[in-house]
């Protein structure tokens, strides 16, 4: 190699290294992040999600009927331009049902998933750090409730929150996944 290309090879070094000493080193979630967002399939996600959430909670502002209104002349038809998904047999708009629903189960999910994760890290941490007996009754007890599938769990216990809110079923969804 002449002099001339060691120089070269040189002052392409330094330049490089210039470049990685001054920018910074991408954390963790700065590299998923820009990995993401160069994905369309996230964007397209993003989109269907935030679609969902506004269309559970700004719909029924827009809609002019709600769960509890009552159309005496429309029970139970089909769809029809006054009621989309048509009535039930009480006169109620099915669409308007929906959407309540609609919030109802958004709200369970967004709850109930990181409860589980709470829930599970707490009786695994309890488990883990008192040992021994506990930790083996523990374990035995969560293996248990991984053999016997959720459903027949819920409709052991659905007398007992018959009359209960919607919410406590929010907690039994979050103790039981």
């Given at each position: 190699?002449?002099?001339?290309?060691?120089?070269?090879?040189?002052?392409?070094?330094?330049?490089?290294?210039?470049?990685?000493?001054?920018?910074?080193?991408?954390?963790?979630?700065?590299?998923?992040?820009?990995?993401?967002?160069?994905?369309?399939?996230?964007?397209?996600?993003?989109?269907?999600?935030?679609?969902?959430?506004?269309?559970?909670?700004?719909?029924?502002?827009?809609?002019?009927w709600s769960i509890t209104d009552r159309d005496p002349l429309n029970m139970g038809?089909?769809?029809?331009?006054?009621?989309?998904?048509?009535?039930?047999?009480?006169?109620?708009?099915?669409?308007?049902?929906?959407?309540?629903?609609?919030?109802?189960?958004?709200?369970?999910?967004?709850?109930?998933?990181?409860?589980?994760?709470?829930?599970?890290?707490?009786?695994?941490?309890?488990?883990?750090?008192?040992?021994?007996?506990?930790?083996?009754?523990?374990?035995?007890?969560?293996?248990?409730?991984?053999?016997?599938?959720?459903?027949?769990?819920?409709?052991?216990?659905?007398?007992?929150?018959?009359?209960?809110?919607?919410?406590?079923?929010?907690?039994?969804?979050?103790?039981?996944?």
């Amino acid at each position: 190699m002449s002099v001339m290309q060691e120089k070269a090879i040189e002052e392409s070094l330094e330049s490089v290294s210039d470049v990685t000493q001054t920018r910074k080193p991408l954390s963790r979630s700065g590299l998923v992040w820009s990995r993401l967002k160069k994905m369309p399939r996230f964007w397209i996600g993003i989109v269907v999600v935030v679609a969902i959430i506004l269309w559970a909670f700004v719909g029924p502002l827009v809609y002019p009927w709600s769960i509890t209104d009552r159309d005496p002349l429309n029970m139970g038809m089909g769809p029809t331009m006054i009621h989309w998904f048509g009535t039930n047999s009480i006169g109620q708009d099915i669409y308007a049902q929906t959407l309540a629903g609609l919030q109802k189960s958004l709200v369970i999910g967004l709850v109930a998933g990181p409860t589980a994760t709470i829930i599970a890290a707490l009786v695994g941490s309890t488990a883990g750090y008192i040992g021994g007996w506990v930790d083996r009754v523990i374990q035995w007890i969560i293996l248990l409730l991984l053999v016997i599938p959720a459903f027949f769990l819920f409709i052991l216990l659905s007398p007992l929150i018959k009359g209960l809110s919607w919410v406590v079923l929010m907690f039994y969804i979050a103790l039981f996944s």
